[in-house]
């Protein structure tokens, strides 16, 4: 497992007003935190782990492989940085996760007959509906 100290220490802030309405208050303090995390500078992660890193959180990277999150959803920086940094651990154990390989199985012979028997009889039902043939 990847030990969550070490990554937060790789994680660099930075701390922008944040957008929207808010009068005085958001005018002077910045409490919105934007978070950066580099995948390939990390000395945590090992290279498969870069790897499917890469690979899943592609649209959520920049060309450099950094990515980015944001959250301004509280007024108290520390609040924002708590939650960016829980938003950032629960999206690379997401990312790492490994799925399961799907195996194929073979359909059972009652169910096709099942099937085959259903499509039957809705045929025979749609033809009972005909108009006779009276040539």
């Given at each position: 497992?990847?030990?969550?100290?070490?990554?937060?220490?790789?994680?660099?802030?930075?701390?922008?007003?944040?957008?929207?309405?808010?009068?005085?208050?958001?005018?002077?303090?910045?409490?919105?935190?934007?978070?950066?995390?580099?995948?390939?500078?990390?000395?945590?992660?090992?290279?498969?782990?870069?790897?499917r890193l890469i690979t899943k959180l592609q649209s959520r990277l920049t060309k450099n492989q950094v990515l980015l999150l944001q959250c301004g959803e509280s007024?108290?920086?520390?609040?924002?940085?708590?939650?960016?940094?829980?938003?950032?651990?629960?999206?690379?154990?997401?990312?790492?996760?490994?799925?399961?390989?799907?195996?194929?199985?073979?359909?059972?012979?009652?169910?096709?007959?099942?099937?085959?028997?259903?499509?039957?009889?809705?045929?025979?039902?749609?033809?009972?509906?005909?108009?006779?043939?009276?040539?």
């Amino acid at each position: 497992m990847i030990d969550n100290a070490q990554l937060i220490s790789e994680l660099s802030f930075k701390a922008v007003r944040s957008s929207g309405a808010g009068g005085q208050h958001l005018n002077k303090v910045a409490s919105k935190v934007e978070l950066s995390f580099s995948i390939l500078e990390s000395s945590v992660l090992n290279d498969n782990q870069k790897e499917r890193l890469i690979t899943k959180l592609q649209s959520r990277l920049t060309k450099n492989q950094v990515l980015l999150l944001q959250c301004g959803e509280s007024r108290s920086q520390h609040k924002n940085k708590e939650l960016v940094i829980s938003r950032f651990l629960y999206i690379l154990k997401e990312g790492l996760k490994v799925s399961k390989q799907r195996r194929t199985t073979k359909i059972p012979k009652s169910a096709i007959k099942k099937r085959l028997k259903s499509k039957r009889l809705v045929s025979e039902r749609k033809t009972s509906r005909r108009k006779p043939n009276l040539d």
